[in-house]
């Protein structure tokens, strides 16, 4: 091929994709909105894990680093999804979202590359945050001279926090790109892990199938029916529903 044909050859579909996700992440690396989200929401878990760990010890309970994680992640949840949402529903506050397909015509490229940076972004601020709420729950004990515990963890349940908290965001970004919107999107999903499920918790035990419910079993696997994988499996079956209606909208919706 000539070096002017290899010119005006198409890019790639992996390339393409991989140029498309880049530009994503990049916008959401200068949106301030979602740097203080992704810092706010590292933060709050080191302060809650260090809080609880602090509670536990004062309290004469023999609680390890890593069960102030699990007693954390319910609290740091909510900072998940405000990523997840703030990946896709800043684009509908203004016209930003026609210079996205102005410059991505093609709807479904555009569609995976917005998943997949707000996966990445999710999966950076999970692990962010779940390595801080940890090593500040392990300082606190530290500092307290509250002596090692062993853990009763298993040695996944820290992995497993990361999966479930990068999971809400993307079906908390799933929300978004169906609803368009920042403010119902939040308060929908919020309302969702905060509110709905926790009192569905106390009244039906099959509140077991909801998304957050069923996924936080990766990091504590407490269900008598699903398993970690199969909660895991549950969130991801919630994400593709709601993923699949954002997407039919995307594609068919004006900017």
């Known amino acids: 091929m000539s070096p002017a044909a290899a010119v005006r050859a198409p890019a790639r579909p992996a390339a393409r994709l991989l140029r498309a996700t880049a530009a994503e992440l990049a ?21 809650v894990s260090a809080a609880l760990a602090w509670s536990a010890v004062d309290a004469g309970e023999s609680v390890s680093a890593v069960a102030a994680l699990v007693r954390a992640v319910p609290y740091v949840q909510a900072g998940l999804v405000l990523v997840g949402v703030l990946a896709v529903a800043h684009e509908y506050e203004g016209v930003q979202v026609r210079t996205t ?5 093609d709807r479904a490229l555009l569609l ?11 999966a950076l601020t999970a692990a962010a945050t779940v390595g801080a709420a940890t090593a500040s729950a392990a300082a606190v004990r530290l500092l307290l001279e509250a002596g090692p515990v ?33 403010v119902p999107a939040l ?25 957050d419910r069923a996924g936080a079993l990766l990091y ?23 993923g699949c209606a954002a997407a039919v909208r995307f594609a068919r919706a004006d900017a």
Request: without cysteine; aromatic residues 4%.
């Open 187 to 211: 308060v929908g999903v919020l309302s969702l892990v905060l509110i709905a499920s926790p009192l569905l918790g106390g009244l039906t035990e099959h509140a077991r199938w909801l998304p």
């Open 101 to 105: 397909l102005a410059a991505v015509p």
């Open 27 to 47: 916008k959401l690396a200068t949106l301030p909105s979602a740097v203080a989200a992704v810092l706010a929401t590292a933060g709050a878990g080191a302060v």
């Open 150 to 182: 062993r853990e009763a963890a298993e040695p996944w349940t820290a992995p497993g926090a990361v999966a479930y908290l990068a999971l809400v965001g993307l079906f908390s970004h799933a929300v978004a790109l169906a609803l368009r919107h920042l």
């Open 220 to 242: 504590d696997p407490a269900d008598t029916v699903l398993t970690a994988g199969t909660g895991a499996l549950v969130l991801l079956g919630w994400t593709a529903l709601v």
């Open 112 to 122: 995976a590359a917005k998943t997949a940076a707000a996966l990445v972004a999710s």
